[in-house]
């Protein structure tokens, strides 16, 4: 009996020590947990490892493992790898929670909603003081509560910048230069209303098909940022570039909300402060590469045109069809925002 009953209050002292122990590593999942739970997390970026969205995500993932000893690490992956080379469905993966933070377009954050093509509405913005000013302010807290009911939590804003247009044919200095022109656009439904509406012919292929699209001459023209334009080496095909800032391209450092909510309040601060650090880093870098960028376009031969002040009005005279059409979809009061610069 004497053996039998040490067994007992032995296994009832060893359960005691296993669920002591249980508890203890449990702490580390909850909020206040003193140790702080342990987190591998993937990002993804659509552009390579040489960008500076890749170089900003990998500032991200440094900071982010050395201020916690390890315990928070990211895994980077460049070139939109976790959704097979589809930035849609990458947006579409973060607000679900199967990726965990990405760097995105808010270009192709509107397959998820109308409202944030607001930011590259056309002839939005003058100049990158405007675009600081509005993303600084009301405008940039909206689209981060529209973020919000997406399921996405934003850390920071980057920056792809403006786009520009790109042609073999002539220099474009008003709308009458687009009359049918063929122009690939991105396939977003606001973009060929805004071609249409300028007189050009839009049509939309994979980036991948452009290069050898405009050396063949089955399209005349293309827009991107001058960062696209210059990797790309489009000025081997497209001899005039007109920088008309015609539509602002920002990007979104966002995490994904469920996984940010389920944090603890020092993790979600250190997250919020290096995140910002990270976007900003991002927008200092894009845009210091974006002037050397411009001048080796130009030695490279790339005729640059600026158009008048009389030349943009035209421009943007031609395109208030689509915000006539636009407006109700995306909302006076964001639009209003984003114009009040």
Known sequence: MKLKRGRILGAIGLTAMLMLGACSDAKGDTKDGADGKTYNLKMSVTVNDSSTWYKAAEKLANDLKEETD????????????????????????????????????????????????????????KDKEGVDKVFNGAGGEMIADILNE???????????????????????????????????????????????????????????????????????????????????????????LTSWNYSYDPLVLGINKKLFDSMSAEDQELIKKLGKEAADYQVELAREKEAQQIEELKAAGMEFYEPTEDEMEQFREAVQPVYDKYTDIWGEDLLKAFQDQ
């Open 150 to 240: 997406k399921g996405v939590e934003l850390l920071g804003y980057g920056e792809n910048g403006f786009r520009q247009i790109t042609n073999s044919k002539k220099t474009i200095q008003t709308p009458t230069d687009m009359a049918g022109m063929k122009v690939r656009i991105p396939g977003i439904t606001m973009y060929t209303d805004l071609y249409r509406a300028l007189g050009a012919d839009p049509t939309t292929m994979a980036f991948s098909e452009v290069f050898t699209s405009l050396q063949q001459g089955t399209i005349h023209g293309q827009e991107n940022p001058i960062d696209v334009i210059h990797s790309s080496k489009l000025n081997e095909v497209q001899d005039y």
């Open 70 to 125: 390890g315990r928070i690490n990211i895994e980077v992956y460049p070139n939109e790898q976790l959704s097979g080379g589809d930035q849609g469905k990458g947006v579409e993966l973060l607000a679900k929670g199967q990726t965990d933070l990405s760097f995105h377009s808010t270009i192709i954050y509107s397959i998820l909603d109308d409202r944030f093509g607001v930011p590259s509405a056309p002839f939005l913005f």
